[in-house]
Every structure is written in structure tokens, then in C-alpha cells.
């Protein structure tokens, strides 16, 4: 059976952890591995750590950074950030990383997805969609943080990456990222109803009421969080947090049965 999950996302520039609002206004926030760490002490159900300039700046993924995590993490790890080929994505794998995320490449050669899925399993391979609302409805899709906008009808697109063996789709609602105003519910039950593979939502999230709610609703589900689980209080002062065991069973104590 499968069950919800509460995942913090971590954004990486230049080897710090920062965080954004809407995809900009960078705050440094601290040292990813010093996160890894606490979110291991805080026994967090899964980790999604992305590199936000590998791909805008055409890198190589940093296998030696990247190995420090893994090293660290006694949790899943998703690791996200300028693969562009199935050889980047095997070394990455090979060093202790459970999943990769694929953004901008899928668009760009959507048969990767099916290369590596054949050489791993689909369990191992994630596609991260970041989406806008159009003015006048829909969402369009954006990829290089958001500074490049695609045509692709975001409905079609989840289902040829699932056809093409994609084991889980993360959605980023840019709009929403970084305000902790709400998870926007509408979406993510639009998404509910066309996605067959497990489903991540992020964005917006507000608090341990958002997390239930989401949950409660469209169980199984992905919860993920960046702000959320780095600030603290109204000032955001910067603050690693994760909910402790007994607020995470509340959370998921009226999730439904599958």
C-alpha cells in the first residue's frame, strides 16, 4: 500500500542552501549538509535537494558534492540538477542517490526518461514539472527557473512521461512557491485525476494544516516543502524544522486506504 510522504526540498546555489520566493530573491539560508544532517536527526521521510545553476549554466553535475550528501543522508535522496545524459544519471545512482530528477531535459530529449528507467527501474526516475497559471487558464510550464516558458500542454506531458517510464511526477507551482500562503487545491486535484504514478506536490505549503489537508484529500500523496521546513515564525528566521513523529501520525491518522 502506498502511503503519503513529507518531503523538504532543499534549492542549492553555488554549494549554499538558499530559498526562494516565486522562484527569485535568493535567501541564503545555510550549508546543505549541515540540513542533511538535521533532517536525519529528525527522521524525515524523504529528501529532494536540487541544484538551481547546473542546468541554467549548462554544469556537470557536482559528483563529488553530490557523494558528500548521499554519504550523509540515511533517508531516500532525489538529487536534481543539470543531468542531461543516461551516463550522468548511472553515476549519480552509483553514489548512493536513490532517484533523479529530470526538468528541462524532458522537454528537450524526452526519451532519457525511458533509458534510464530500462537501466534502473522507474522507481528511479522523477520528473519535476514547474508550472504557472496563464491569465486567462491553464498552466503553462517553465523550465530554467522559470526564465524559459514552453508550449507543451501540462496534462499531455504527464502522460508521456508516464508512458515513457517515469516512476513519479513532482509539480512545482511557481506562483505559489516560497509565500506559505496555502497549497492551491484546485490544481493538485486537477493533477490527482490524470496522474497514475505516484504524485508530489510543491508550493505554498502553510503549515501542518496544509500537510493534513493535502493528505486527508488526495491520499496518497507527496507533500514537499522548501520554506516550511527552514524558516521559523513570522520574521522567517532560519530554522531546519521537520514535524516529530507524533505530529507526522497525526497527519496522516485520516489518510485514505488504497
Not at 190 to 204: D, I, Q, R, S, W
Request: aromatic residues 8%.
Amino acid at each position: 500500500m502506498l502511503r503519503s510522504r513529507v518531503i523538504p526540498i532543499l534549492l542549492v546555489r553555488e554549494k549554499g542552501l538558499v530559498k526562494t520566493t516565486k522562484f527569485k530573491d535568493d535567501k541564503y539560508v545555510g550549508d546543505p549538509l549541515n540540513a542533511v544532517r538535521i533532517f536525519n536527526e529528525k527522521e524525515a521521510d524523504e529528501l529532494t535537494i536540487l541544484d538551481l545553476d547546473a542546468t541554467v549554466k549548462g554544469n556537470e553535475p557536482d559528483y563529488g558534492v553530490i557523494e558528500s550528501w548521499a554519504a550523509e543522508c540515511r533517508m531516500p535522496l532525489c538529487y536534481g540538477g543539470g543531468i542531461k545524459t543516461l551516463e550522468q544519471a548511472l553515476k549519480i545512482l552509483s553514489l548512493g542517490v536513490e532517484k533523479i530528477a529530470l526538468s528541462s531535459v524532458v522537454l528537450e530529449n524526452p526519451e532519457l526518461i525511458a533509458e534510464i528507467s530500462e537501466q534502473v527501474g522507474s522507481q528511479s526516475v522523477v520528473v519535476v514539472i514547474d508550472v504557472k497559471k496563464r491569465l486567462l487558464g491553464g498552466y503553462k510550464i517553465y523550465t530554467h527557473n522559470a526564465t524559459k516558458s514552453h508550449r507543451h500542454d501540462l496534462f499531455e506531458l504527464i502522460r508521456k512521461v508516464e508512458s515513457l517510464g517515469a516512476g513519479e511526477i513532482v509539480i512545482n507551482n511557481i506562483d505559489d512557491d516560497g509565500t506559505m500562503q496555502g497549497y492551491n487545491y484546485e490544481l493538485m486535484a486537477e493533477l490527482k485525476k490524470v496522474t497514475k504514478v505516484p504524485l508530489t506536490y510543491a508550493g505554498g505549503c502553510n503549515g501542518h494544516k496544509d500537510l493534513k489537508k493535502a493528505i486527508k484529500e488526495f491520499s496518497p500523496i507527496g507533500v514537499a516543502a522548501g520554506s516550511l521546513f527552514v524558516f521559523k515564525g513570522k520574521y522567517r528566521a532560519v530554522l531546519i524544522n521537520y514535524p516529530n513523529q507524533f505530529e507526522k501520525n497525526s497527519l496522516f491518522e485520516m489518510e485514505k486506504i488504497y
